[in-house]
């Protein structure tokens, strides 16, 4: 374990100097310590491990101000479908030979060009930085997949596999072409490819798929509410500038003059290309003390699309709704978006659920009348908001008992997922999976080359390959853990709503 950590240690030493020769800085322009170090960070940055906040990050090396330059990663250092054509003519004659590929499928054939070439290439340094695994929905088994429960997580998961599968068999025919290695033609290999693309790329404006960005892809992210601190109310994000499946949002801005700082500021932007620079250019959203993680804005996105494109959660995610199944005739009736029609993080209904509820327990012979009540967001009536308060509440209910586990099933299934995954010794793993089988035997009997006998069932939960599994299982429990407790939490919102008119009506009775 000591000989892998200081393995890593020595790479990444190397990486940061061969940045450092690129030009990537934490240094303002010009400064003496940017001239003289032969490492890109440790003025304003330093490598952390975050381990409760997305593990390996940047922390602040100082005391940060908001608004401050923290980084600079120039144009040369950048990752590009353009710079990796441009550098290899056998490559660019192949990809270019078939014009249907996406810009998407461009870039994921020159990173997997790239990765074949292994210490020969000169990206090598950076290639050995990236993750060597994923876990978003494209990569997820047909157990981990039917794990979530809610159709319509399974429904993204099962889209997302498809896209991967049909994106793999397009840009294969370019891998056979160029004779990669059969390892770098599999469709592993490409899961892999597209998870870097979504995860890591950042917006650049003349590519649609984005760059890679050494060291600038060090930061982890936080959804807005959790960094917004210190920024000022009316803030508004602008273009895409993580590509990520367009999962965060910025633009680029002149930091260096008063009114770029005051752009800068205004738009909710922490990173961006600069083309007067000539560099990517990362800023810091707020003050941070010396030690604190610097992290980049999400835009609003919910779990499950932090689980398509990113593979992971967030614990405590302001953005995070969940979607239920109506009354057939319900979306009919108003010209709400479906996509607005859902229950918030903290189980509230959104503005156009509850508007749609209001107008849907109404008489037919109101709703011509009340239309402009029902879209202004005014209360009908107290039964009008009573009925919809029962409705709502009827309907959560009836989506927590058509799925599998109850949050109180998922909460020990995930104690038990845990301790497997912190267990190291036969003897412990043998008693848990008896006394513990539920999930378990499906889980086992998702693994089809799987032996039957215990000894073997067991030295596999202890394997690597299982571990990764067992995370991806995870991930699939906690994510509809959370959805369920944001229907319970609907379900107390409309018993509050409807204990509130009842007192109200008791507090008004005239006494005799």
């Known amino acids: 374990m000591e000989e892998e950590a200081g393995r890593e240690d020595h790479l990444l030493d190397s990486f940061l100097t061969w940045t450092a020769k690129l030009g990537v800085t934490d240094s303002p322009c010009n400064s003496p310590s940017q001239q003289n170090s032969n490492r890109c960070l440790g003025h304003s940055l330093v490598v952390s491990h975050f381990p409760d906040a997305g593990g390996r990050g940047l922390g602040a090396a100082r005391d940060l101000r908001r608004g401050e330059l923290v980084l600079r990663v120039p144009k ?4 590009t479908t353009i710079r990796l054509l441009g550098d290899d003519p056998k490559l660019s004659s192949a990809v270019n030979g078939h ?18 070439k292994g210490r020969d290439s000169w990206w090598w340094p950076y290639l050995k930085q990236l993750p060597r695994g994923y876990d978003t929905l494209a990569t997820f088994s047909e157990f981990e997949k039917q794990a ?19 994106e793999w068999r397009q840009a294969k025919l370019v891998m056979e072409q160029l004779q990669f290695k059969p390892k770098f033609r599999s469709f592993g290999a490409w899961t892999w490819v597209c998870a870097t693309i979504s995860s890591r790329t950042m917006h650049v404006s003349w590519d649609e798929a984005g760059t890679l960005c050494p060291v600038g892809d060090f930061f982890n992210y936080a959804a807005p509410g959790e960094e917004s601190s210190g920024i000022d109310d009316g803030c508004h994000t602008s273009e895409s500038f993580l590509q990520d499946g367009l999962l965060a949002n910025g633009i680029a801005s002149d930091q260096l003059t008063t009114k770029g700082l005051n752009s800068h500021l205004d738009s909710f932007v922490d990173a961006g290309f600069e083309d007067h620079l000539a560099a990517y250019c990362f800023y810091a959203r707020r003050d941070y003390k010396k030690g604190e993680q610097v992290l980049l804005a999400y835009g609003t996105y919910t779990n499950l699309d932090l ?9 405590k995610n ?8 109506l009354e057939p005739g319900m979306l009919s009736l108003t010209s709400w978006p479906q996509d607005s029609i859902y229950i918030h993080a903290d189980g509230k209904p959104s503005f156009a659920l509850l508007s749609a509820l209001r107008f849907y327990v109404s008489s037919p012979q109101q709703r011509r009348s009340i239309l402009q009540l029902v879209y202004s967001g005014s209360q009908l009536s107290e039964d009008n908001e009573i009925n919809a308060s029962r409705l709502l509440s009827k309907k959560c209910h009836e989506v927590l008992q058509s799925l599998p586990t109850t949050t109180e099933e998922d909460d020990l299934l995930l104690s038990v997922i845990e301790r497997i995954q912190d ?12 006394s513990f089988r539920g999930e378990i035997s499906a889980f086992l009997d998702g693994h089809k080359d799987l032996p039957a006998a215990q000894d073997k069932i067991v030295e596999f939960l202890l394997s690597s390959r299982a571990k990764i599994s067992l995370g991806r299982w995870k991930l699939a429990v906690q994510w509809r853990r959370g959805y369920k407790q944001i229907i319970a939490d609907c379900i107390c919102f409309c018993t509050e709503v409807i204990e509130g008119f009842s007192h109200q009506n008791e507090v008004n009775i005239p006494e005799p």
């Open 307 to 315: 689980l398509e494109h990113y593979g992971f959660l967030l614990g």
């Open 318 to 325: 302001p953005n995070e709704k969940a979607f239920i199944p």
């Open 423 to 434: 267990m190291n010794c036969p003897v412990e793993v043998g008693k848990l999976i008896c």
């Open 148 to 166: 979530l429960q809610v159709d319509d997580a399974v429904w993204t998961a099962e889209k997302a596999i498809l896209k991967a599968k049909m």
């Open 76 to 79: 040369a250092a950048l990752f």
């Open 99 to 116: 014009p249907s590929l996406s810009p998407t499928q461009r870039l994921g054939l020159c990173l997997l060009h790239e990765m074949g």
